[in-house]
C-alpha cells in the first residue's frame, strides 16, 4: 500500500493536502468493498483502523 497527497489548493500563502492511501484489488475483493463504499476510519493503540460504515453511525 502506498500513501499519496496532492496539494488541493493554496490561500493567503498556506498550502492544504489531501491524502489517499492506494489499497491492492485482492484486499478490496476479499473485503467485499465496491467504489463508493461509505468507510469508517478510527486510531486505536497509534494505529488506523479502516472498515466498512454500519448504516446507524
Same mark, same amino acid.
Given at each position: 500500500m502506498r &500513501?499519496? /497527497?496532492?496539494i /488541493?489548493? @493554496?490561500? #493567503? +500563502?498556506?498550502k492544504y493536502e489531501?491524502?489517499?492511501i492506494? !489499497?491492492? /484489488?485482492k !484486499?478490496? *475483493? *476479499?473485503? +467485499?468493498? #465496491?467504489t +463508493?463504499? @461509505? &468507510? =469508517?476510519?478510527d &486510531?486505536k =493503540? +497509534? #494505529?488506523?483502523v !479502516?472498515? #466498512? *460504515?454500519d448504516?446507524e453511525d
Amino acid at each position: 500500500m502506498r &500513501l499519496l /497527497s496532492q496539494i /488541493s489548493r @493554496e490561500y #493567503k +500563502g498556506t498550502k492544504y493536502e489531501k491524502f489517499w492511501i492506494v !489499497i491492492p /484489488s485482492k !484486499i478490496v *475483493k *476479499k473485503l +467485499g468493498w #465496491k467504489t +463508493g463504499t @461509505e &468507510l =469508517n476510519a478510527d &486510531l486505536k =493503540n +497509534g #494505529k488506523l483502523v !479502516i472498515d #466498512k *460504515k454500519d448504516w446507524e453511525d
